[in-house]
């Protein structure tokens, strides 16, 4: 907002004109003339509700829902004596252009206040009980048409699909995609990467059931609402021990290490390897990071045993793997 009249005062009579003006020109609906006029009046500090009220109106009427979007979150964030006429502003706004979902968080937020007048708790309770089908309304489409689209993302093979539309399920009620994500989570075509992401979903929400997950042929019997969360992995904490050393003397190593670790459990989960491999594992790591402080493209025979030579390899394959899908 263009604040260069700001220390300059206007004279009664031509913030009068001025109003006049503007009211008139979005009363005969001339909203890009009105806008200017409300533009030049809070450009020198006149911030009446009425005023801006009839700036926000005049970018509804316009079209520029983004920017009308934007001041009215402004306007709230001000938190002066207009919040709540502001906030049924806004929660109209987006009623209008059928943010249904959008209305009911901002209503749930606000009529959690003792501190609204009653005249307009009365209007923000009726918005909010004529938005609350809608909203489910929405949300009931909404699944439908997310659902229909992974069906056929998993029928194809689009993996970069598959992987959007699993992401968007975060925060929402996954039950009508639970039949689907057992034939998933069982697909050797589906990516590791995709599955861990489902596992996730169903350990968010407490899913009670055993599904079986396959990766790399291996497969797994699991139950996300006791199978241990991926941080929180036996093997993955006994690994962060055999490196906690390296936090204090080489923090940028062990940052390294960390962020290799990461990756390789994050495309194995819910595998993982077992306890009697952990030596192999972290020396192997170790080795990588080394590996990449010098700059060297080619892992020497001679590094270590064979066995850690193997396990190297097989991790940098991973990475290759979680970075196929994975956006850092």
């Known amino acids: 907002m263009n604040e260069q009249h700001n220390n300059i005062v206007l004279f009664p009579k031509q913030r009068q004109e001025l109003e006049q003006t503007a009211f008139y020109a979005m009363q005969e609906k001339k909203y890009e003339k009105a806008l200017t006029f409300f533009d030049q009046l809070i450009d020198y500090g006149v911030n009446d509700q009425e005023v801006v009220l009839g700036k926000l109106t005049s970018l509804i009427e316009l079209g520029r829902q983004r920017e009308a979007e934007e001041m009215c979150e402004e ?33 749930e ?37 997310t659902k229909r689209e992974l069906v056929e993302a998993f029928e194809i093979n689009d993996t970069l699909a598959q992987w959007h539309l699993v992401n968007h399920l975060q925060n929402t009620d996954i039950v009508p995609y639970i039949k689907l994500f057992e034939q998933m989570l069982k697909s050797e075509n589906v990516h590791p990467v995709i599955k861990t992401v489902i596992v996730g979903l169903l350990q968010a929400k407490s899913i009670d059931q ?119």
């Open 75 to 107: 306007l709230i964030a001000q938190k002066d004596e207009n919040y709540f006429s502001y906030i049924n502003v806004y929660a109209t706004f987006l009623f209008q252009f059928h943010k249904h979902k959008d209305v009911a968080q901002l209503l």
């Open 109 to 145: 937020e606000a009529l959690s206040s003792k501190k609204i007048p009653t005249a307009l708790r009365s209007q923000l309770e009726k918005l909010y009980d004529v938005n609350q089908p809608l909203v489910d309304e929405q949300i009931e489409q909404e699944t439908k048409i």
């Open 210 to 328: 055993d599904f079986k997950v396959i990766k790399f042929g291996a497969e797994i019997m699991i139950n996300p609402s006791t199978f241990p969360f991926m941080s929180d992995h036996p093997f993955r904490e006994a690994l962060r021990k055999e490196l906690a050393n390296y936090e204090q003397e080489n923090p940028t190593f062990y940052q390294l290490a960390e962020q290799l670790i990461d990756r390789y459990f994050y495309v194995l989960y819910p595998l993982s390897p077992e306890m009697s491999e952990l030596n192999v594992i972290k020396e192997a790591i170790i080795a990588i990071v080394q590996t990449s402080f010098e700059q060297r493209n080619i892992i020497p025979e001679d590094d270590g045993s064979k066995k850690i030579t193997t396990m190297m390899n097989q991790m940098i394959e991973i990475e290759k793997i979680y970075f196929s899908i994975m956006e850092e």
